[in-house]
T-cell receptor
Framework: KAGVTQTPRYLIKTRGQQVTLSCSPI?????VSWYQQTPGQGLQFLFE???????NKGNFPGRFSGRQFSNSRSEMNVSTLELGDSALYLC???????????????FGPGTRLTVT | GQNIDQPTEMTATEGAIVQINCTYQ??????LFWYQQHAGEAPTFLSY????GLEEKGRFSSFLSRSKGYSYLLLKELQMKDSASYLC???????????FGTGTRLQVFP
């Protein structure tokens, strides 16, 4: 079974630009979550999608947005990039259902975003 | 507020046992997870606890006390490949939102 895939793996952008990151979950997983990882802050939750609906959102500004498609693939977008947005962006998928349930999340390799 | 605390760094010797502690204060609780992350790689799932007590998985065990807001990860028969960061994370509700601690960097020496 293929794991979680993320594209691109590396990205360099300049301040003010926008960026779109993509995530394909493990087949059969309908829940996709996004996290930002920086050396100082660790892993911070951005948002979670289930069946094309955002179920939960972290404390990030509105410049960070996401969506999920009918095939469970997800994208996140960051507009008006700032230097502080430089980070590793990780996507994770799980078998969590609409009713919940407790399942582990499987992480993708991440997209390393550098803003200059 | 939400707060998860872990030691920043730990060192241990190959073959030894090490315990990594995690304390948490969150507005809700629906499970505590441990992940391992090698440098430059994605986190990988190790274990989770929902009820109080010890969960054993080979060389790794995880313990939870909900009344104390406390968990630990126990690694036995340490190997060099166990050198990694260990992340404690709490799930507060019925969704997949995880609140992570900043992680404990473990270095195993020969």
């Amino acid at each position: 079974k293929a794991g979680v895939t993320q594209t691109p793996r590396y990205l360099i952008k300049t301040r003010g630009q926008q960026v779109t990151l993509s995530c394909s979950p493990i087949s059969g997983h309908r829940s996709v979550s996004w996290y930002q990882q920086t050396p100082g802050q660790g892993l911070q939750f951005l948002f979670e999608y289930f069946s094309e609906t955002q179920r939960n959102k972290g404390n990030f500004p509105g410049r960070f947005s996401g969506r999920q498609f009918s095939n469970s693939r997800s994208e996140m977008n960051v507009s008006t990039l700032e230097l502080g947005d430089s980070a590793l962006y990780l996507c994770a998928s799980s078998r969590t259902s609409r009713q919940g349930g407790l399942y582990e999340q499987y992480f993708g390799p991440g997209t390393r975003l550098t803003v200059t | 507020g939400q707060n998860i605390d872990q030691p920043t760094e730990m060192t241990a010797t190959e073959g030894a046992i090490v315990q990594i502690n995690c304390t948490y204060q969150t507005s809700g609780f629906n499970g505590l997870f441990w992940y391992q992350q090698h440098a430059g790689e994605a986190p990988t799932f190790l274990s989770y606890n929902v009820l109080d007590g010890l969960e054993e998985k080979g060389r790794f065990s995880s313990f939870l006390s909900r009344s104390k807001g406390y968990s630990y990860l126990l690694l036995k028969e340490l190997q060099m490949k166990d050198s990694a960061s260990y992340l404690c994370a709490v799930r507060g509700d019925n969704t997949d939102k995880l609140i992570f601690g900043t992680g404990t960097r473990l270095q195993v020496f020969p």
